[in-house]
């Protein structure tokens, strides 16, 4: 595992459509747009923010985490509009001695259903496999979110099963969760 690759300055990642870069506090408002809708976070371990200034400190946390090394969140832009934010994808939990990391997103409402997550999706596994040299992205998913399940099956991963009653997460309690994963050599081939 490279991690200076990403640790060392922050990734900027980009695709012919997307671009995923650092959210800065002038991303505020489209921080805010995300973090206050309680539909975005109906299959997640995050409870909505209805304060701005709440959501305005956790830009802070964003890079507090980052400089810690523990997790790096990307916010995911258009190329032809890289002041709107679409969403926020991310890699936390950097197993070293496994060789792995666990990969989260989620869009503005707004932006469902229009392919972003699956491309946002799609450039961090090429970065994460091929730059930062993971062997093994893996991603929880709430059993009924069956959009999210899609975007990974579109991206390669494979599903390996449920995890019963083996999370707690804020806001839904005890949760099953169905684990999906991709290793280096399937992404190769």
Known sequence: M????????FPNLKSDDFVLKKIEDHH??????IYNND??????????????????NMIGHFERDYNKRSRVKWGIFANNDVDQLLGIIEAFDFNQKVNMVTIGYFLAESHWGKGVATEAVKILLEFLLMDVNIN??????????ENS?????KNGFIKEGMLRQA???AGKGIVDLEMYSILREDYIK
């Open 136 to 145: 093994r992205i893996q991603a929880a998913v709430m059993p009924l979110n």
């Open 149 to 153: 399940k899609k975007v990974l099956l």
């Open 167 to 169: 999370a707690l997460w």
């Open 39 to 56: 539909n975005v976070f109906e299959y997640c371990g995050i409870i909505p923010k209805h304060n701005k200034d709440t959501v305005k």
């Open 28 to 33: 505020l408002d489209g921080i805010f747009e």
């Open 2 to 9: 490279n991690l200076e690759a990403a640790f060392e300055r």
